[in-house]
């Protein structure tokens, strides 16, 4: 054997015991796998452990407006019939791990057992939820060894009177409210088919006659997508709504007070049936000349006193102005009476002159905006 084949073979084994460097680092990735595997898993649990209490406190909060709604019909339910109707909820989204649920009304300003003869209507009553919630991780669990108590609550305003009630309160008018609203379209450039409506104008008494609902029906499609045939219906002082497509809608409100509902009123509204048109200023004015009793000019007039009385009144009226009646084109009515005093409805109230004006002329200025133009009209009313 040649000296090459001797160190050859005396190597030979040394060599056969190396290894690859990509199979030592093999080996160690599994390693340290290993090792961090339950860490991995304790975490991923731990998440899922609170995952579980998210879902059972959205599902609390669902409870408590059921329980709400339930109680702003029934405000005088006692706690057991409540939990009841929140346990109906609750089998619904049911999970391992939850507790008992309880349930508990309270009123105010009256007391729920109180809320009898008309009382309750236009009272709030307030829902509160609760159970003991258990964790499935041991570690997160010796935190509350008797599991962690969450709840939830939710208010509703008392709408009917209780069971056994018999007639509304007596500081209430036995009528129901007149319901009024206004109506506009506050971006008719860029969203051409939206509307915001208010019915804060509406006549409302205080608690407990106050009104209580404002129910509209925008008799239309909305832009909705997918369309939704309940979406026409709304519930609120103010809404916003945008048709689907330009037209004349009837919209209609319906509001309720401790007496009842009233009857709907409705107003007729037209979208992008047509543009905007500049408007033209004109009013009237009573008296444009003062009489007496016995039909002859008079030249003199009453000023008004510190109290007011005894004045001669000057009513204003402007709506006889055109193209002033489409809410969407955004009109605006500007009056200058002549003395400092100004109003911005079309037909200001009563005004009276006082004794500085005597033996001046006022000029009565009438200013009409909307969105294709403005106009003025002005009246000279001699005060001698």
């Avoid at 030592?24 to 995952?51: C, K, M, N, T, Y």
């Avoid at 709840?151 to 509703?156: H, L, Q, V």
């Avoid at 029906?217 to 709304?234: E, I, K, L, M, V």
């Avoid at 102005?321 to 009476?337: E, I, L, N, Q, R």
Wanted: charged fraction near 10%.
């Amino acid at each position: 054997m040649n000296p090459r084949e001797r160190a050859h073979t005396a190597h030979g084994p040394r060599f056969a015991l190396r290894r690859h460097p990509r199979e030592i680092s093999r080996g160690q990735s599994l390693v340290e796998f290993a090792l961090i595997l339950p860490v991995f898993l304790l975490f991923l649990v731990i998440a899922v452990d609170f995952g579980r209490l998210f879902y059972t406190y959205i599902q609390l909060n669902n409870i408590a407006r059921e329980g709400a709604a339930y109680a702003a019909a029934n405000p005088t339910v006692d706690n057991a019939t409540l939990t009841t109707i929140a346990l109906r909820e609750s089998n619904v989204q049911a999970q391992r791990g939850e507790g008992a649920i309880t349930a508990t009304a309270t009123c105010a300003p009256v007391a729920c057992a109180s809320a009898l003869g008309g009382t309750g209507a236009g009272n709030r009553v307030t829902v509160g939820v609760s159970e003991t919630f258990s964790f499935f991780t041991p570690l997160i669990g010796a935190f509350w060894p008797g599991g962690l108590r969450i709840g939830s609550a939710a208010t509703a305003t008392v709408a009917v009177f209780a069971a056994g009630g018999g007639t509304p309160p007596s500081s209430c008018s036995m009528a129901p409210p007149v319901p009024t609203f206004s109506w506009q379209s506050p971006d008719r450039v860029n969203q051409p088919l939206l509307i915001s409506v208010d019915a804060s104008g509406a006549p409302n008494l205080a608690f407990p006659c106050q009104n209580i609902t404002y129910e509209w029906n925008f008799g239309g499609t909305s832009n909705a997508s997918p369309p939704d045939p309940s979406d026409p219906y709304r519930e609120g002082v103010t809404q916003d709504y945008s048709y689907a497509a330009s037209g004349t809608f009837t919209v209609s409100l319906t509001v309720s007070n401790a007496y009842g509902s009233t009857t709907s009123v409705p107003q007729t509204i037209s979208l992008g049936t047509g543009p905007c048109n500049p408007p033209t200023a004109d009013f009237t004015v009573s008296p444009a000349a003062i009489y007496n009793g016995g039909g002859t000019k008079i030249t003199n007039w009453s000023a008004a006193n510190p109290g007011g009385n005894g004045a001669t009144p000057f009513d204003f009226n402007g709506t006889s102005s055109g193209f002033m009646t489409d809410p969407a084109c955004h009109p605006v009515w500007a009056w200058s009476f002549g003395d400092g005093t100004t109003s911005s409805v079309s037909v200001p109230p009563t005004h009276y002159y006082t004794h500085p004006y005597a033996g001046t002329t006022v000029h009565v200025t009438l200013t009409v905006t909307n969105d294709a133009g403005t106009d003025s009209k002005t009246f000279d009313i001699p005060l001698s």
